[in-house]
């Protein structure tokens, strides 16, 4: 709009508006992520209560493990930044995509369609990474146990479980 027609009309300044709009919304994003809230709000309640769930227990075993040091360059907090630029792009892209003429939508879309398919990317690779670093901890940790003198031996309510070769190994021992 030009000066004088928000003058006659007695608007507020649009370029002020849109500034306060997105500066509100940047501030709710931000309070989203450091609450630990599943993002994305278009998901019903109670599939986003299963992902919450699931993320809870996912923080939980990796949490629980030792760390496992030098499994790459990229950082969760370098991949969460990158899917969170990319779900800004995408939601840019098609708020773009619905006010241009129709013909030149199309492109629009499938440019934000890629941005989405980046944000899905990063999350599933922090989460491929995170899988990973278990997989790892637990090779760790059998290899760790099967280096012990005298074998894996567990102790379960009064019983003991061996393996084969260690029961024979007592049998002989005895004879």
Do not use: C, H
Not at 83 to 107: C, F, H, P, Q, T
Not at 132 to 153: A, F, H, R, S, T
């Amino acid at each position: 709009m030009t000066k004088k027609l928000e003058d006659i009309l007695n608007l507020p300044n649009v370029k002020e508006a849109f500034k306060e709009v997105d500066k509100k919304e940047k501030d709710k994003k931000n309070k989203e992520i450091t609450n630990g809230s599943v993002a994305g709000s278009n998901l019903d309640p109670q599939t986003k209560k299963n992902l919450e769930k699931s993320y809870r227990e996912f923080d939980k075993v990796a949490a629980a493990l030792p760390q496992v040091k030098g499994l790459g360059e990229l950082s969760d907090l370098e991949l969460d930044k990158l899917a969170i630029e990319a779900e800004e792009s995408y939601k840019n892209l098609m708020d773009l995509g619905m006010n241009v003429d129709s013909r030149y939508s199309g492109r629009i879309f499938e440019v934000a369609g890629n941005f989405l398919r980046n944000a899905i990317d990063a999350k599933s690779g922090k989460i491929d990474k995170k899988l990973k670093m278990i997989e790892l901890q637990l090779k760790k940790q059998k290899l760790d146990q099967g280096n012990k003198d005298g074998g894996p031996v567990e102790e379960s309510d009064g019983y003991v479980i061996s393996d084969r070769n260690e029961l024979m190994k007592k049998l002989l021992k005895k004879d």
